[in-house]
């Protein structure tokens, strides 16, 4: 069966600070991935997606940037945080091109920035 | 445009009577639909779809839901609510129109369950 993880669970990071979000997908191969963003316990906000190792489209222009190191490793990052970067960080992946369409979800990071 | 809308900030039911949670949707072409579950601090957890055949899909936890094309909507339903199905949950509707590599899922903005004993 396919797992997802996400790490760290939670974070507090002051503004100006660096940032690294990491997930990792096992149990399936050439994953379409994804991370969202997650304001206020409410709507998702598709930040990034990837169809293959080194492709990374972004939804909206921000402080933020994705890669895609391996076929099921994808990272989250920014090199200053913005007060307006806190929010809880959700990864997802689901099945490549002519798979099923629902994505799966990790269990999330809970991201402060101070 | 396709798009899912979810009118009810919250639903308050007591726990043993049936409850709803509304969705309708505005896609071109046939719909593909899909309910989710958020519990506090975690991930969204996948419920159920429908893509196409029987209008009533069974899911996890024993919900189901029901795809009405007349009035495009896709609600979701349990005969007999649980305290522990007090959560935030999402509709969401594959964009077609998507033409970016992948099968894009278009998240309606989330109702708040709360089942009160």
């Known amino acids: 069966s396919q797992t997802i993880h996400q790490w760290p669970a939670t974070l507090v990071q002051p503004v100006g600070s660096p940032l690294s979000l990491e997930c990792t997908v096992e149990g399936t191969s050439n994953p379409n991935l994804y991370w969202y963003r997650q304001a206020a316990g409410r709507g998702l906000q598709l930040l990034f997606y990837?169809?293959?190792?080194?492709?990374i489209s972004s939804e909206v222009p921000q402080n933020l940037s994705a890669s895609r190191p391996q076929d099921r490793q994808f990272i989250l990052s920014s090199k200053k945080l913005l007060l307006s970067d806190s929010g809880f960080y959700l990864c997802?992946?689901?099945?490549?091109?002519?798979?099923?369409?629902?994505?799966?979800f990790g269990p999330g990071t809970r991201l402060t920035v101070t | 445009a396709q798009s899912v809308a979810q009118p009810e900030d919250q639903v308050n039911v007591a726990e043993g009577n049936p409850l709803t949670v509304k969705c309708t949707y505005s896609v071109s072409g046939n719909p593909y639909l899909f309910w989710y579950v958020q519990y506090p601090n975690r991930g969204l957890q996948f419920l159920l779809k429908y893509i196409t055949g029987d209008n009533l899909v069974k899911g996890s936890y024993g919900f189901e839901a029901e795809f009405n094309k007349s009035q495009t909507s896709f609600h979701l339903k349990k005969p007999s609510a649980l305290v522990s199905d007090s959560a935030l949950y999402f509709c969401?509707?594959?964009?077609?129109?998507?033409?970016?590599?992948?099968?894009?899922?278009?998240f309606g903005a989330g109702t708040r369950l709360a089942v009160h004993p």
């Open positions: 990837s169809v293959g190792i080194g492709q």
């Open positions: 997802a992946w689901s099945q490549g091109a002519g798979g099923t369409d629902e994505q799966y």
């Open positions: 969401a509707v594959r964009d077609f129109a998507f033409s970016g590599g992948y099968n894009k899922l278009i």
